[in-house]
């Protein structure tokens, strides 16, 4: 088996508020292998987005800080990096798309402007190389007419196309990892279909590993090899796709399965829930942080967090001491 | 219930002083449905098609362009102000965005209080008892009443937006992507809520949201917009089963389905929707439409029923035109 490209071991990650310390990430540790698509799955607050912001050396600090643990990028520790060092590998060799393209494109600057930039900075070409390449990614990305759109302004391209836009920029550097957080959130179903399609298509042809960070786990089933399932800052639950869809072992896994609400041939009377709300992270309760709206906590989840136990056998790593069993599963 | 009929909504943009040079964007145009008492129609479609501009327009939050509507058998539309004021009691609205819906320097109680003051509804002394008894039928706690509403999660807060909407009693409330904001976890339970809610008070809905799941899940009758248009009506396990329309086929396989195991049937429309100020001629989906014929581009398509004369099935679409269907049979039965 090969060396995973990116090594993440027992990151964690505070961030100082009036209110005392929230330790966004408690511990986290995950690969991610050469070519391979990883999700990172959970709802708001789970620290999901922490995590990419860490890997790029962007948790704004303060009021952030990484307080432990280790990054390994190609067997190189990113937190060891300065900032000018760090500069090097963002865009070049892990590269991002964002959420909201409207925000991480320059409204001031034309694609052919940004896009160029990067390209000169990171692949060394002169002006007139960077546009010529900058028009090809952008034809890549199914983008129509590319040699005209690539004199817009951000403002004058729709949502799908700006998001294509970006990762046109993402991938015209062929970094070796792509970190895509909700990358199709904001879209159209339609759109987001064809730009999920494109996203795939592309690291597949390219042979990018890429990192996706989504609420969406419908997103995940249909893109992602791999998924880690995060709550309340602690990873609770890691697998290949399949058997985690097929046989959620964690109880929140199986909740969440569970109420998104899909498309069926027979209307349900109510939907499966999960009781009560995300604990804040300044008041985690003791124990497992799952364990208030958890059906089947034994006396031991109140006392004690679940480690984090790999079945050697399968690769599926579990964090509960009392896990959807059998049957149910 | 609610009877909505040929309903229009344009809007006039730019232009000079003298109003030369205006272009007119038809955010809904020419739409019809009927609700009726403790059922839920489903409004889907993606940005920009309309349907959050459908929502208001019933509730005359925007003056609707022609068209009429009923509720309960009397006349919404075409009338004054005060009679408006008057029947406004009877039809609430639930946003999106439960933070940017509740004043942050009020409490829960004035919140809630206010609707039963400016309505002059129940004696003052008994109308704190029966905001006390709403908190409770939407989950939350009475000592919620004294609290602000930065003290509360997204999902409480839909609830307390729920409660609002609540407190006049209506008959119709318009759900504008109540649950799009919250986590799963939580939307699963605003959404039982709802379900919930109206099988209690008989309340008709008009459930307007972009993910087509939550609205099978709570409707009982989807309508599907595309640029100001009902494209397809029909009863919501029709729709899910069969449906007729490019688009809604369309929309409903760009769904991602939390399954590895199903290789769903996608099919990816090309390019983007249409800027609503310069529609396409003829069928405004012929563009992106997979089964786009030559009429399609010059002629725009009428409703028709697919289903029966009680079970309608409408769809705006000229593949379902009757001599379209007649040649259609004509050419199965040749092969």
Redesign the interface.
């Known amino acids: 088996m090969s060396e995973p490209l990116l090594k993440v071991r027992d990151l964690q990650v505070e961030f100082h508020t009036d209110k005392g310390v929230a330790r966004a990430l408690d511990g986290i540790s995950f690969d991610v292998m050469p070519g391979e698509t990883l999700g990172i799955v959970g ?2 607050g789970c620290g999901k987005s922490v995590t990419s912001l860490a890997i790029l050396g962007l948790i704004p600090s303060p009021p952030g800080r990484i307080v432990g643990g280790q990054i390994l990028f190609q067997g190189q520790d990113l937190l060891s990096l300065s900032e000018r060092e760090m500069r090097k590998v963002r865009g070049r060799d892990i590269a991002m798309i964002f959420q909201e393209p409207m925000t991480a494109l320059d409204p001031v600057f034309t694609i052919a402007t940004q896009m160029g930039e990067v390209l000169r900075r990171h692949q060394g070409l002169t002006r007139k190389q960077a546009r010529q390449s900058a028009i090809d990614w952008l034809a890549r990305v199914g983008i ?1 007419s590319p040699e005209r759109r690539i004199d817009d302004y951000p403002h004058q391209l ?4 700006r998001q294509r836009v970006m990762i046109a920029m993402a991938l015209s550097c062929e970094p070796k990892l792509i970190i895509a957080d909700e990358p199709t959130t904001a879209l ?7 730009v ?2 494109q996203i795939v298509k592309l690291s597949q042809d390219l042979g990018t590993a890429m990192m996706l960070i989504t ?8 893109t992602c090899h791999r998924a880690c399932v995060m709550y309340c800052g602690k990873l609770i639950e890691q697998s290949a ?2 058997p985690l ?2 046989a959620p072992a964690h109880p929140y896994t199986a ?3 569970a ?7 027979q ?2 009377d ?5 009781a009560g ?2 604990p804040d992270l300044l008041h985690l309760p003791r124990g497992c942080r799952f364990v208030e709206r958890c059906g089947q906590a034994i006396d031991l989840c109140h006392s004690a967090h679940p480690p984090l136990q790999v079945d050697e056998h399968s690769g599926h790593e579990l964090a509960c001491y009392n896990p959807v069993q059998g049957e149910a599963r | 219930m609610l009877k909505v009929t040929r309903l229009s909504k344009h809007f006039h943009i730019g232009g000079n002083l003298l109003g030369r040079g205006k272009s007119t964007l038809r955010a809904v145009h020419d739409v019809s449905f009927e609700v009726a008492a403790g059922q839920t129609l489903g409004l889907v479609g993606e940005s920009g098609c309309g349907k959050s501009t459908l929502g208001r327009a019933v509730l005359r939050l925007h003056e609707p362009t022609s068209g009429t509507v009923e509720l309960d058998g009397r006349p919404v539309t075409g009338i004054d102000a005060k009679a408006l004021h008057a029947r406004r009691r009877e039809m609430q609205i639930i946003f999106q965005d439960p933070y940017a819906s509740l004043n942050p320097r009020r409490t829960i109680l004035d919140t809630l209080m206010e609707p039963l003051d400016l309505h002059n509804i129940s004696a003052p002394s008994e109308r704190r008892a029966r905001v006390e008894k709403l908190i409770e039928i939407v989950g939350l706690r009475k000592q919620a009443l004294s609290r602000y509403p930065h003290e509360f999660s997204g999902g409480q807060r839909q609830r307390i937006g729920i409660a609002r909407a609540l407190t006049l009693q209506p008959k119709f409330i318009v759900a504008d992507e109540a649950v799009s904001a919250l986590d799963v976890s939580v939307q699963a339970q605003v959404l039982n809520l709802i379900r919930e809610l109206q099988d209690e008070f008989g309340i008709a809905f008009l459930f307007i949201s972009h993910d087509l799941a939550v609205v099978q899940h709570i409707s009982h009758q989807v309508g599907v917009m595309y640029l100001g248009q009902m494209v397809e009506l029909a009863e919501a396990e029709t729709l899910f089963a069969q449906p007729r329309h490019p688009y809604t086929r369309a929309l409903m396989s760009a769904v991602p389905v939390p399954d590895p195991h199903t290789e769903s049937q996608r099919i990816v429309l090309s390019g983007d929707v249409p800027s609503p100020l310069s529609p396409p001629s003829g069928c405004p989906f012929h563009t992106r439409c997979p089964d786009a014929m030559p009429r399609c581009k010059e002629q725009e398509p009428d409703n028709h029923n697919c289903g029966t004369p009680e079970q309608a099935h409408w769809v705006r679409c000229h593949l379902y035109a009757p001599e379209q269907v007649g040649l259609q049979s004509s050419q199965d039965a040749h092969a």
């Open positions: 709802e708001s129509p729709s949502g799908g196309m159209d179903v339609t759109i987001q279909a064809q999920l399609e609420h969406d786990l419908g997103v995940v089933a249909q796709t399949g869809f097929a909740g969440l399965l109420s998104v609400p899909r498309i069926r041939t209307r349900l109510s939907l499966p829930t999960i709300t995300v």
